[in-house]
């Protein structure tokens, strides 16, 4: 089964890029990478979401390396709103047997 | 327009009872997930319901099951509730066919089981 491991948490300071890095590297074939945050007692909310090219959209851009075992979320100019839990998202399988790889998601603390 | 709506928002149960949980999704949306979030799990897909037809289910107990309705509403429904179901219970809905596309979760049915 894929695994998705992401560091607990992460501190950014207000204004810089926030970098937040996703393991996947079980993945092998036509796997998504999905990237979320949940702020505190809401649903989660999607960012972007990527195959095997590098990703931007007005949110954030999302890097994947070559290989694929990797990816990078990027919150370009992060501000207080950032602060949240981001998650990582495998998606493994075609459109009616998938699997989903869950990361256990990165706390991201933007401070003033 | 409007998002994704659940209800209850809050709900108490006690060991044994079985409870339902409704979803409302974005106007439009036939695609319909559920998930559970806890603490010590994180998040774990349940289902996916697409057309009135379950797509894809997750590695949960037959304890669990859910159904959708012609306007794409959804229900899940937990029976013999035990201790360990509570948690936060999220619907996600998504625009199209595929559930590639991005998901629109709301804000979720907070379950406690006493």
């Known amino acids: 089964d894929a695994k998705t491991t992401q560091p607990t948490s992460m501190d950014c300071a207000e204004g810089r890029a926030a970098n937040l890095p996703c393991n996947h590297s079980t993945i092998s074939g036509n796997e998504y990478v999905y990237w979320y945050r949940q702020i505190h007692s809401q649903g989660p909310q999607y960012i972007i979401h990527g195959l095997k090219n590098n990703e931007t959209n007005e949110m954030a851009s999302l890097i994947i390396t070559e290989d694929r075992k990797s990816s990078t979320l990027i919150l370009p100019h992060a501000t207080l709103r950032d602060t949240a839990v981001y998650y990582c998202?495998?998606?493994?399988?075609?459109?009616?047997?998938?699997?989903?790889?869950f990361g256990a998601g990165t706390t991201v603390t933007v401070r003033a | 327009k409007a998002g994704v709506t659940q209800t209850p928002r809050y709900l108490i149960k006690t060991r044994g009872q079985q409870v339902t949980l409704s979803c409302s999704p974005i106007?439009?949306?036939?695609?319909v997930s559920w998930y559970q979030q806890t603490p010590g799990q994180g998040l774990q897909f349940l289902f996916e319901?697409?057309?009135?037809?379950?797509?894809n289910k997750g590695n949960f107990p037959g304890r669990f099951s859910g159904r959708q309705f012609s306007n794409s509403r959804s229900e899940m429904n937990v029976s013999t509730l035990e201790l360990g179901d509570s948690a936060l219970y999220l619907c996600?809905?998504?625009?199209?066919?595929?559930?590639?596309?991005?998901?629109?979760f709301g804000p979720g049915t907070r379950l406690t089981v006493l």
């Open positions: 106007s439009g949306h036939r695609s």
């Open positions: 996600a809905s998504s625009s199209s066919g595929s559930s590639y596309n991005e998901q629109f």
């Open positions: 319901y697409f057309s009135e037809t379950q797509r």
């Open positions: 998202i495998v998606r493994v399988g075609d459109l009616n047997d998938y699997k989903l790889s």
